[in-house]
């Protein structure tokens, strides 16, 4: 499956723990929210991955992609170091001008 290329850098840092690269596919104003909380600009996000990282050290395959213009659906299968590993996820994204704009996690 072809996945855009900001999503491939993205899964690419998260791959790598990188959580300064994550953060930068992210527009400098984009919003994640995930497990009832919101996340703002790079700066929380980096720290919320960077975070997320060192408590879970996640890992994410992709299962699959709907696309619908610049708003797509990533499945995942998300393993790491909490209760009930590995889980399924659905990362919800918009994209705008090449960077995520927004991601919701559920």
Same mark, same amino acid.
């Given at each position: 499956m072809?996945l855009?290329d900001?999503i491939?850098?993205l %899964?690419?840092a998260q791959?790598?723990?990188?959580?300064e690269?994550?953060?930068?596919?992210?527009s400098?104003?984009?919003? /994640?929210?995930?497990?009832g909380?919101t996340?703002?600009g790079?700066?929380?996000?980096?720290?919320?991955?960077e975070?997320?990282n060192?408590?879970?050290?996640?890992?994410?395959k992709v $299962?699959? %992609?709907?696309n619908?213009?610049?708003?797509m659906t %990533?499945? /995942?299968? /998300?393993? #790491?170091?909490?209760p #009930?590993?590995?889980?399924e $996820?659905?990362?919800?994204f918009?994209?705008e001008d090449g960077y995520i704009v927004?991601l919701?996690?559920n």
């Amino acid at each position: 499956m072809k996945l855009p290329d900001i999503i491939s850098h993205l %899964l690419h840092a998260q791959k790598n723990f990188d959580s300064e690269a994550y953060a930068n596919c992210f527009s400098t104003n984009a919003i /994640v929210q995930d497990e009832g909380k919101t996340y703002k600009g790079r700066e929380e996000i980096r720290q919320w991955n960077e975070e997320t990282n060192n408590k879970y050290n996640m890992h994410i395959k992709v $299962l699959d %992609l709907y696309n619908d213009a610049d708003n797509m659906t %990533l499945s /995942v299968a /998300v393993s #790491g170091t909490f209760p #009930g590993s590995p889980i399924e $996820l659905k990362y919800h994204f918009e994209i705008e001008d090449g960077y995520i704009v927004h991601l919701k996690i559920n």
